[in-house]
C-alpha cells in the first residue's frame, strides 16, 4: 500500500514538498506516479518517475514541480514550488502508467490567493 503525506495550506508562490512511501520490492521496480483530484474534477496525471529516474510532467505544472526517487528509503517525492490556487486539490500516489486498484487517503493540498 502507498502512503501519502506532505501537504498543508500554503498561501500562493509558496512550496510544499509531498511523500510517498511503500514498504514493497515492486514499489521499487516500477514507474510511481503522482495524481491529484480537485472538487468536481476527474482524477489527472501530474508527474510521473521511471524505475530508471525518467520523469514526465503535465504540461500546467512543467518547470515548478519536480518528482524524484530516494530508492534507499523507498520513497518518491514531489516537490512543489510556485504553487497557484488551481494546484489546490488531494495529491495521490500510484503505479504508472496503469495505477493499482487502490488508492490511499490522499494528501490534501490548499493554495491561498
Known amino acids: 500500500q502507498l502512503v501519502e503525506s506532505g501537504g498543508g495550506l500554503v498561501q500562493a508562490g509558496g512550496s510544499l514538498r509531498l511523500s510517498c512511501g511503500a514498504s514493497?520490492?515492486?514499489?521499487?521496480?516500477?514507474?510511481i506516479a503522482w495524481y491529484r483530484q480537485a472538487p468536481g474534477k476527474q482524477r489527472e496525471l501530474v508527474a510521473a518517475?521511471?524505475?530508471?529516474?525518467?520523469?514526465d510532467y503535465a504540461d500546467s505544472v512543467e518547470g515548478r514541480f519536480t518528482i524524484s526517487r530516494d530508492y534507499a528509503k523507498n520513497t518518491v517525492y514531489l516537490q512543489m514550488n510556485s504553487l497557484k490556487p488551481e494546484d489546490t486539490a488531494v495529491y495521490y500516489c500510484?503505479?504508472?502508467?496503469?495505477?493499482?486498484?487502490?488508492w490511499g487517503q490522499g494528501t490534501q493540498v490548499t493554495v491561498s490567493s
Open positions: 500510484n503505479y504508472h502508467p496503469v495505477p493499482g486498484p487502490y
Open positions: 514493497t520490492r515492486t514499489f521499487r521496480i516500477n514507474a
Open positions: 518517475i521511471s524505475s530508471g529516474g525518467s520523469t
